[in-house]
C-alpha cells in the first residue's frame, strides 16, 4: 500500500486491475484504492510476472502493506531482510546537582516528616539518587509507632515538653504576682466536724475545699479564666481546673477536673482521686490534658510555704497554694495561733490587671471563711 | 447511547459544517481548503456542499489571509481561518500577535476580534524540518489569545463551537497524526467546554501531565506502568493557554510526581511553564524532580528511524516514570 499523503495511514483496496500470471511493465495501473482524499491509482515500479494477489478487493490495510507479489525476470527467492538499523544513544540531560553532604530529601517528604515527628536523620532514601521520599518517611513512622519508648525515652520526651511549654511561658507571658495569707480556721474546722461523720472511704481533703473555692472565685473575675491565643484573650464560658499532679519518675502533668464550679465536694473530692489515680497510671483522656482553663498547683504536701508559679500556656493564670500551718495571726489586736496558708496568683498581665487578680484572691478568701457554702 | 463510529478528521469536518449551518457569519478559509478539500482532507466534500461564500480557498499568502481573517472578525463575522502547519502560520505570526491579540487592548475595549484559527502542528510524518514542529507552546506565551489543543474526538468534534462562541481569538491546534484517529462518538456530540484539563486516567504514584499528539502515547505508557505495579494517573491539559493550573496542582497534590510529556522543545517550552507552576504552587507535595519527555532539540530529522528518536515515545515515559518512581512500592 503506498502512502498517497503524508497523514495516510491505511487505505482501502476497491479494485484489482491484474491477476496471476499478467505481464507488468513500469508504470502499469495496478489496482485502485480508497483515501481519505478520494480513489487513487496505484501503478507498479518493477516490471515482471504478477505471482500472488495478497489483498481481497474491498479489505482496508496500513501504508507498507505488501498488497501483491511481481517476480521480476530472473528472479528467483525473495531477498533476506534488512539488517536492523541500530537505535543511537539518546543523550541524558544535564544530570542534577548533587551536593555533599546535604541530605536528598524531596519537599514533600520533609513536610510529612515534621507532621508525623519522624526524625530523618539517619533514613536511607529509596527514592532517584537515594533520596528520602514520603514511603520513606511513612515506613519509618510506622516502625516508630511498632517500637514502644522505653520508660527513659517516655521521661525525656516528657521533660522536653514541659521545658519547652515553661521556656515559653516564661518567654512570651508577662507573668505578675500576688500573693495572701488565708486563714483557715473556720475551713479546717468545717472539715474535721465533716469528716468525723463520714467513712473513712468518703472524707474529704482540704485541696477540694481550695479547688471549689478557686472554682468559684473565678467566675467572678473571669478573665483569669481561659486562653490567650492569637493576641487576644479567649475568657472560658466552663471552669475545666487543671489540678498539678507529680508523677513517679519526676513527670509532671496538670490534667482538668471539667465544670468544677458547679460539681459538689463529694464529686469533686472522687474525681480528684480518679484523676490522681489515672495520672500516675497513664491513662488519662486527652480532653482532660489540653482543655484545662486555670490551673492549681498545690505543694503543701511538700512542706512548701509559697508557690511561684509558672503559667501554662495558652492559659493566663495559675493559682498556687502552700502547706496550711499554724502560725501566730494578729485577730482583733491578740495574737492567736491559727492555720493559715499562702495563696498565690500567677497572672498573664496581656489578659489582666493586678486589680482584678487581687480581686479574685480576696474572693477566694471569702468563699474560704464559709466552708459549708461550699 | 447512540454512538457512531468516526475518526478525528470527519468530528473537526463535522464541526465546520455544523458551525457554518448554523451560524450564517461562519466561513472557512484558508489554502487549498476549497476545491482541493484541506490539505489534510479536512474540508474535503464542503466546498459542493455549502458553496463557495462558506469555503473560501485564499492565495498562498498566510499574513495576507490571516490578516483579512481579523478584518472580518472586526467587521462582524465569524471566521475560521485555516493554516496549513504550524510552521507556516509564523509567517503570520506578526498579523496574530499584533493584531489579533492585541486590537482588543489597542483599542481601549472597542473592538473583539472573534477569529478561529485552526493549524495541524507535530511531526511523524517524515516531513521534514519544515513540516513537522510543535510551536504550540509558542503561542501559548501569548496574552490575548486562547490556545487549544483538542487531542481526542469529543474535543476534535465540539472545540470549534465554544472557541466561535469567544469574543476573542482561539487558536486550534491539531497535531496530524491524529487525524485518523478512529473510534466512537455520541451521535448527538455538540460543544464542550474549553478551560478545564480532564483525567483521563485515575492514578495514584505519578502525574502524566500531557496534552495532543503525545496523548496517546502518554496513555500507553500508563497501560505499560500499570502492568509494572505503578499507578499513572495522565491528565490532558487540553488548553494550553490559559492553563487548567488548578486541575495541574491537584493532580501532583494527590501523586507527588510529575512527568510532563510535550512535543515541543524542551528550552523555554509549555513543560518549563507547567514545571514552574509545580513549583510554585506544589512544591511542599513534590516527592521527586519534576521531569520531561519532550523532543530532541533538533530540527525535525527526515530519516524515519531519526524523527522517531527526536520525538517522545511510550517507551522513554516509562523509563522516566521507573527512575522517578525509585523504590516505590
Known amino acids: 500500500m503506498p502512502s498517497l499523503g503524508s497523514d495516510m495511514e491505511a487505505g482501502t483496496l476497491v479494485e484489482w486491475l491484474i491477476k496471476p500470471g499478467d505481464i507488468v511493465k513500469r ?28 489483498v481481497p478487493v474491498g479489505e482496508k490495510v496500513p501504508v507498507g502493506a505488501v498488497l501483491a507479489l511481481i517476480r521480476s525476470e530472473g528472479e528467483a527467492a525473495a531477498a533476506p531482510p534488512p539488517a536492523p538499523v541500530p537505535v543511537p544513544e539518546r543523550p541524558q540531560p544535564q544530570a542534577p546537582i548533587v551536593t555533599p553532604g546535604r541530605a536528598r530529601i524531596s519537599p514533600a517528604a520533609r513536610k510529612h516528616a515534621g507532621e508525623l515527628g519522624v526524625d530523618l536523620a539517619g533514613l536511607t532514601g529509596t527514592g532517584p539518587g537515594g533520596a528520602v521520599t514520603l514511603d520513606d518517611v511513612e515506613r519509618a513512622a510506622q516502625s516508630a509507632k511498632l517500637k514502644p519508648p522505653t520508660a527513659a525515652e517516655r521521661h525525656a520526651a516528657m521533660r522536653q515538653a514541659i521545658g519547652a511549654a515553661m521556656a515559653r511561658s516564661k518567654r512570651e507571658i508577662p507573668h505578675y504576682y500576688l500573693g495572701t495569707t488565708i486563714d483557715m480556721s473556720r475551713a479546717m474546722a468545717w472539715l474535721q466536724t465533716e469528716n ?13 475545699l481550695l479547688l471549689k473555692a478557686v472554682a468559684l472565685a473565678v467566675r467572678q473575675v473571669p478573665e483569669l479564666n481561659g486562653f490567650w491565643i492569637n493576641g487576644e484573650s479567649r475568657p472560658s464560658q466552663d471552669v475545666h481546673v487543671g489540678m498539678g499532679i507529680s508523677l513517679r519518675g519526676g513527670g509532671l502533668v496538670a490534667p482538668a477536673l471539667h465544670q468544677a464550679d458547679s460539681r459538689s465536694l463529694d464529686e469533686l473530692m472522687a474525681g480528684l482521686r480518679d484523676l490522681v489515680q489515672r495520672a500516675r497510671t497513664g491513662s488519662l483522656r486527652s480532653s482532660e490534658l489540653s482543655d484545662a482553663t486555670l490551673t492549681i498547683t498545690h505543694l503543701g504536701e511538700q ?17 498556687g497554694f502552700g502547706r496550711v500551718l499554724e502560725r501566730p495571726w494578729s485577730v482583733n489586736g491578740k495574737i492567736e495561733s491559727r492555720p493559715l496558708l499562702q495563696a498565690t496568683l500567677a497572672a498573664d498581665h496581656r489578659a ?20 459549708e457554702k461550699l | 447511547m447512540n454512538t457512531i463510529k468516526t475518526t478525528y478528521r470527519e468530528a473537526v469536518r463535522e464541526a465546520i459544517r455544523e458551525a457554518i449551518r448554523q451560524d450564517s457569519r461562519v466561513f472557512l478559509m484558508g489554502e487549498d481548503v476549497g476545491r482541493y478539500g484541506g490539505c489534510f482532507a479536512v474540508s474535503k466534500g464542503l466546498l459542493d456542499e455549502l458553496g463557495p461564500e462558506r469555503i473560501r480557498d485564499t492565495p498562498l499568502s498566510e499574513s495576507a489571509f490571516v490578516g483579512a481573517g481579523i478584518g472580518a472578525a472586526m467587521g462582524g463575522m465569524r471566521p475560521i481561518v485555516e493554516i496549513m502547519t504550524v510552521n507556516f502560520s509564523l509567517l503570520a505570526l506578526d498579523q496574530i500577535l499584533n493584531n489579533a491579540a492585541t486590537i482588543l487592548h489597542m483599542s481601549g475595549g472597542q473592538f473583539n476580534i472573534p477569529l478561529v484559527i485552526r493549524m495541524a502542528t507535530g511531526g511523524g510524518r517524515q516531513l521534514a524540518a519544515q513540516h513537522s514542529h510543535s510551536l504550540e507552546g509558542w503561542y501559548a506565551h501569548i496574552p490575548g489569545i486562547k490556545v487549544l489543543a483538542p487531542a481526542t474526538l469529543e474535543d476534535a468534534r465540539g472545540m470549534l463551537w465554544t472557541a466561535l462562541e469567544d469574543p476573542d481569538p482561539v487558536l486550534i491546534f491539531e497535531n496530524a497524526l491524529l487525524y485518523n484517529l478512529e473510534g466512537e462518538l455520541p451521535a448527538d456530540a455538540g460543544p464542550v467546554g474549553i478551560d478545564k484539563a480532564k483525567v483521563l486516567r485515575s492514578g495514584t504514584d505519578v502525574s502524566l501531565i500531557t496534552y495532543g499528539g503525545s496523548l496517546y502515547k502518554t496513555l500507553d505508557a500508563a497501560e505499560r506502568l500499570a502492568g509494572e505495579g505503578i499507578s499513572a494517573e495522565v491528565l490532558d491539559l487540553r488548553t494550553l493557554r490559559p492553563l487548567d493550573t488548578p486541575a495541574i496542582l491537584a493532580s501532583v497534590a494527590k501523586t507527588h510526581r510529575a512527568v510532563i510529556v510535550d512535543e515541543g522543545w524542551r528550552s523555554g517550552s509549555i513543560s518549563a511553564e507547567i514545571s514552574t507552576r509545580l513549583m510554585e504552587g506544589a512544591f511542599y507535595e513534590l516527592d521527586a524532580p519534576v521531569a520531561r519527555v519532550c523532543s530532541a532539540e533538533v530540527p525535525m530529522p527526515y530519516p524515519k528511524h531519526l524523527e522517531q528518536a527526536a520525538l517522545p515515545q511510550a517507551e522513554t515515559i516509562v523509563q522516566t516514570v521507573r527512575q522517578l518512581v525509585g523504590g516505590h512500592g
Open chain 1, 27 to 54: 508504470g502499469d495501473i495496478v489496482a485502485v484504492v480508497e483515501t481519505q482524499k478520494g480513489a487513487i491509482d496505484v501503478e507498479t515500479f518493477e516490471a515482471g510476472v504478477v505471482e500472488q494477489i495478497l
Open chain 1, 352 to 371: 489582666s490587671n493586678g486589680h482584678r487578680g487581687g480581686l479574685f484572691l480576696t474572693a477566694l478568701d471569702r468563699l474560704l471563711q464559709e466552708p
Open chain 1, 303 to 319: 512542706g512548701v510555704d509559697t508557690v511561684y508559679g509558672i503559667i501554662y500556656p495558652p492559659r493566663v493564670a495559675l493559682v
Open chain 1, 196 to 208: 468525723e461523720r463520714r467513712p473513712i472511704t468518703e472524707r474529704l481533703l482540704h485541696a477540694v
